[in-house]
């Protein structure tokens, strides 16, 4: 089974693209430090990676997507079902690693609930947080 290296989403983007309907990768819209040095970390060890967005679900690193601004608090119940159900049907065929610490209080809740949703559902992911775990 591949694996594939995920982390959420962050609020730092590319402004550029708010006032377009230019549809571009993850990697280019996303913009903030930390995200871009775990994708950089990917991308230097070759391995398959994705963002987890609060609007999109698991976002892998060959679609495209619009702009747009989702916080994890605006999240609903129904919409948070739908991100379970779209991350389940896009992560089955991978051995799934969540790069972040989600056990701190930096990271969202959303995110939390969202491996304890997965998990409920059978996805088997593995938690790490330091970039050497990229291999």
Not at 48 to 59: Q, R
């Amino acid at each position: 089974m591949t694996k594939l290296y995920i982390t959420h989403c962050t609020g730092i983007k590319d402004d550029r693209y708010q006032e377009t309907n230019e549809k571009v990768t993850p990697d280019t819209l996303y913009v903030g430090k930390k995200i871009q040095r775990f994708i950089n970390a990917c991308k230097k060890r070759d391995v398959k990676w994705a963002i987890f967005s609060d609007l999109y679900g698991v976002w892998l690193p060959d679609e495209k997507h619009k702009w747009y601004e989702k916080h994890p608090n605006l999240v609903t119940d129904l919409e948070f079902e739908q991100l379970v159900n779209w991350s389940k049907e896009k992560l089955k065929n991978y051995e799934v690693y969540l790069y972040g610490n989600y056990k701190s209080h930096y990271s969202h809740p959303l995110y939390r609930k969202l491996v304890d949703g997965l998990r409920k559902e059978g996805v088997k992911i593995k938690l790490i947080n330091k970039f050497d775990q990229i291999e």
